[in-house]
T-cell receptor, first 110, second 115 residues
Framework: DAKTTQPPSMDCAEGRAANLPCNHS???????VYWYRQIHSQGPQYIIH???NNETNEMASLIITEDRKSSTLILPHATLRDTAVYYC???????????FGGGTRLMVKP | GAVVSQHPSRVICKSGTSVKIECRSL??????MFWYRQFPKKSLMLMAT?????????EQGVEKDKFLINHASLTLSTLTVTSAHPEDSSFYIC???????????FGQGTRLTVV
């Protein structure tokens, strides 16, 4: 599976949009982009995933560039409860294993 | 999304004893389950992959005789840490995938402390 690069940390003001970038320049054509988050001392929580089209659900939006080499997770109105480590993971659906990198520690501040 | 339940959430055991952690998929059939370990301020590290009814596949460096994994049904996998030592103290997390889901779902994790 392709490797991803994320900034180690980001801050966001409560109520503002949080935009979390992810670089995956070696992504293959059959690999999906998955986003999970981990709140302190809990298991990871699935957020969203996509192949090439932008995706939106009740938690977030996923914007994937046309060349698929990078993506951005958008939390439209961040709350204090969104403070967590956010992981961007690339994998194909034939292999179910998720490989976690360092992620981005998002701190939402009042 | 689907629910994966892990039990216990927290356990303290004496050095040399064994501890069993359960992972259940509550509303879907999990054809594949994964076990991860996470040390403080580190990312999740995959320990092993198990498919229902077959032997688990362990990652390099993970002792299969120490970390026994059983996936006897489509809704239950267990991880037994045998002869636990203080260095086995960690956060253990399971995840499951299967059914109509492309994504994997995670349990809430088990904090193991070996004293």
């Amino acid at each position: 599976d392709a490797k991803t690069t994320q900034p180690p940390s980001m801050d966001c003001a409560e109520g503002r949009a949080a935009n979390l970038p992810c670089n995956h320049s070696t992504i293959s054509g059959n690999e999906y982009v998955y986003w999970y988050r981990q709140i302190h001392s809990q298991g990871p929580q699935y957020i969203i995933h996509g192949l090439k089209n932008n995706e939106t659900n009740e938690m977030a939006s996923l914007i994937i560039t046309e060349d698929r080499k990078s993506s951005t997770l958008i939390l439209p109105h961040a709350t204090l409860r969104d403070t967590a480590v956010y992981y961007c993971i690339v994998k194909n659906n034939a292999g179910n294993m998720l490989t976690f990198g360092g992620g981005t520690r998002l701190m939402v501040k009042p | 999304g689907a629910v994966v339940s892990q039990h216990p959430s927290r356990v303290i055991c004496k050095s040399g004893t064994s501890v069993k952690i359960e992972c259940r998929s509550l509303d879907f059939q999990a054809t594949t389950m994964f076990w991860y370990r996470q040390f403080p301020k580190k990312s999740l590290m995959l320990m092993a992959t198990s498919n229902e009814g077959s032997k688990a596949t362990y990652e390099q460096g993970v002792e299969k005789d120490k970390f026994l994994i059983n996936h006897a049904s489509l809704t239950l996998s267990t991880l037994t840490v045998t002869s636990a030592h203080p260095e086995d103290s960690s956060f253990y997390i399971c995840s499951a995938t299967g059914g109509s889901f492309e994504e994997a779902f995670f349990g809430q994790g088990t904090r193991l402390t070996v004293v």
